[in-house]
């Protein structure tokens, strides 16, 4: 591997944190399938709600597997005069990642583009930063999205800027837009219809975007204060 190459991809801890996840749900699971058989239980009802909690815990562990899947998948090379990823493109309705190779010389990358997206999650106004080139031919690829916020994502910025180099061009902002919600996994739009927003109202979208984060995380360390108490 040459100085100039390069490869992004998600951190080591992201993908134990997920794999342990996975491992604890499915082990929650188990025990409260066998739970009947290990204390003795006959009451059907009693027994229903437990079969009900260990499939529920169970479909929260093949989740879990599914996103370590994207983040062990997920990976965004230059290579020489050659952009290389392996990024998420959909999910089956059954939650399973589904993913898109790109190999694209970057002397045919006409364009690198940048945006913020404003979507609403839970009736909150959320934000998260997207990256697709633009090729000589005039196909829009999308690469990745990242949601602020969450340990795991990428360095759009840096991905961006060694892509831009590497093609002899400058990363263009495309400002910020509202759009639809994201995928589970980091997919981005291929389709970069929205227009703009104007200056005002990007930055009334950013502070409801910041109240969001700060919802959110008082609601973590409220939860983490009750479990305290209790």
């Keep these: 591997m040459s100085a100039a190459d390069r490869t992004w991809r998600f951190d080591p801890g ?41 499939v529920i815990m169970a479909g929260f562990g093949l989740f879990m ?15 020489g005069t050659s952009l290389d990823a392996t990024v998420p493109q959909r999910h089956s309705w059954l939650l399973v990642p589904q993913f898109r ?6 002397g045919q990358i006409r364009s690198v583009e940048r945006r913020q997206e404003a979507f609403r999650s839970f009736g909150l106004i959320n934000l998260r930063d997207s990256l697709s080139v633009v090729t ?8 990745f999205s990242n949601t602020m916020g969450p340990a795991a994502q990428l ?10 180099s590497g093609a002899g061009i400058a ?26 927003l104007d200056a005002t109202s990007a930055m009334k979208v950013r502070r409801a975007a910041v109240r969001t984060a700060q919802i959110a995380g008082a609601l973590i360390l409220l939860v983490i204060a009750l479990r305290a108490c209790g």
């Design 14 to 54: 992201m993908r134990i944190m997920l794999g342990f996840a996975a491992v604890f749900m499915f082990a929650v699971a188990a025990l409260l399938f066998s739970l009947p058989l290990l204390v003795g239980g006959s009451d059907p009802s009693s027994n229903a709600i437990i079969d009900i909690t260990g």
């Design 65 to 79: 597997t599914f996103g370590l899947i994207g983040v062990v998948r997920t990976q965004i090379s230059i290579k």
């Design 101 to 106: 190779v790109i190999a694209l010389p970057l």
């Design 136 to 143: 000589s031919g005039g196909e829009r690829i999308g690469l």
């Design 155 to 164: 360095p759009l910025d840096d991905i961006a800027a060694a892509i831009a």
């Design 171 to 196: 990363v263009t902002d495309a400002g910020t837009v509202w759009t639809k919600a994201p995928g589970l996994y980091g997919e981005a739009s291929s389709s970069w219809s929205e227009q703009p």
